[in-house]
Nanobody
Framework: QVQLVESGGGLVQPGGSLRLSCTAS???????ACWYRQAPGQKRKLIAG???????NYADSVKGRFTISRDNDNSQVYLQMNSLTPEDTAVYYC??????????WGQGTQVTVSS
């Protein structure tokens, strides 16, 4: 089992930045990791992923503005979010997985972009 805790969400003005953190209860060096988000009334969507060996990919909606990274020594995954817009308002979820069985989610953290 892996417990995940997200932090770093909050209220930010348009154009601002936030850094989300996801802390795992044990080592996740062999896991792939992702960030998803779910806006009100919408399905949860994958926005960024990082493999166990550090390869990254992004949804078009965040490419060039968001950066996913990981610190395996501290069992953490990060999402640096820049140039935020109101359309980025959502609950952000961390996910780590190795297989369909080893697939874990955090509880989510709210990000609100508003002036």
């Amino acid at each position: 089992q892996v417990q995940l805790v997200e932090s770093g969400g909050g209220l930010v003005q348009p154009g601002g930045s936030l850094r989300l953190s996801c802390t795992a209860s044990r080592s996740i060096f062999s896991f792939n990791a992702c960030w998803y988000r779910q806006a009100p009334g919408q399905k949860r969507k994958l926005i960024a992923g990082i493999t166990s060996d550090g390869r990254t990919n992004y949804a078009d909606s965040v490419k060039g503005r968001f950066t996913i990274s990981r610190d395996n020594d501290n069992s953490q995954v990060y999402l640096q979010m820049n140039s935020l817009t109101p359309e980025d308002t959502a609950v952000y979820y961390c996910n780590v997985y190795q297989s369909t069985i080893q697939d874990y989610w955090g509880q989510g953290t709210q990000v609100t972009v508003s002036s």
